[in-house]
T-cell receptor, first 111, second 112 residues
Framework: GQQVMQIPQYQHVQEGEDFTTYCNSS?????IQWYKQRPGGHPVFLIQ?????EVKKQKRLTFQFGEAKKNSSLHITATQTTDVGTYFC???????????FGKGTKLSVKP | EAQVTQNPRYLITVTGKKLTVTCSQN?????MSWYRQDPGLGLRQIYY???????DKGDVPEGYKVSRKEKRNFPLILESPSPNQTSLYFC???????????FGPGTRLTVL
């Protein structure tokens, strides 16, 4: 079945360093969503990408959707301790209504 | 305040004792779903509902039931819980499958 793979599983950075997480789908996606889950919290929507090659920015966060719409990335510039959490990508599954999440990248930031 | 609520937030139970986790949203969303989150496995969709009276299996439906009798509520039912259903459960709602998902606060379930 369809898979959404995310790497790396963990990333430890020093505050101020950059961070990137990558998401790859086994099939073409009509769209991709990104979520952030703080420790002890619930996932919170960050952004949705729809167009091939799309790039969107939110302050220090840059999101990209690949030209083939099978991969995506989230890049954080100059990480801060407030960026700590797990970042998930998600895309529509093979069935008409299901949603598949990647396993997430857990980011820790050392002050 | 727009929100998704789940109850209970924490539950410890024993094998075989039927339980229901409630989920309610006040945003008039069509799409609702249930996920379980386990270490190293991310969020896996259990069931989803695209509208009232329409439900369908996600990736890990075994051992679970759901119902969608009204738009705002989407309860998750474990008829005979087993220890492998110990997990953190999230309910979510959205306008549709491709729209922003709003998650509830989570229910931590332990089955002994």
């Amino acid at each position: 079945g369809q898979q959404v793979m995310q790497i790396p599983q963990y990333q430890h950075v020093q505050e101020g360093e950059d961070f990137t997480t990558y998401c790859n789908s086994s099939t073409t996606l009509s769209n991709i969503q990104w979520y952030k889950q703080r420790p002890g919290g619930h996932p919170v929507f960050l952004i949705q990408l729809v167009k091939s090659g799309e790039v969107k920015k939110q302050k220090r966060l840059t999101f990209q959707f690949g030209e083939a719409k099978k991969n995506s990335s989230l890049h954080i510039t100059a990480t801060q301790t407030t960026d700590v959490g797990t970042y998930f990508c998600a895309g529509p599954g093979g069935s008409q209504g299901n949603l598949i999440f990647g396993k997430g990248t857990k980011l820790s930031v050392k002050p | 305040e727009a929100q998704v609520t789940q109850n209970p937030r924490y539950l410890i139970t024993v094998t075989g004792k039927k339980l229901t986790v409630t989920c309610s949203q006040n945003m008039n969303h069509e799409y609702m779903s249930w996920y379980r989150q386990d270490p190293g496995l991310g969020l896996r969709q259990i069931y989803y509902s695209m509208n009232v009276e329409v439900t369908d299996k996600g990736d890990v439906p075994e051992g679970y039931k759901v119902s969608r009798k009204e738009k705002r509520n989407f309860p998750l039912i474990l008829e005979s819980p087993s220890p492998n259903q110990t997990s953190l459960y999230f309910c979510a709602s959205s306008l549709s499958q491709v729209d922003e998902q709003f998650f509830g606060p989570g229910t931590r379930l332990t089955v002994l």
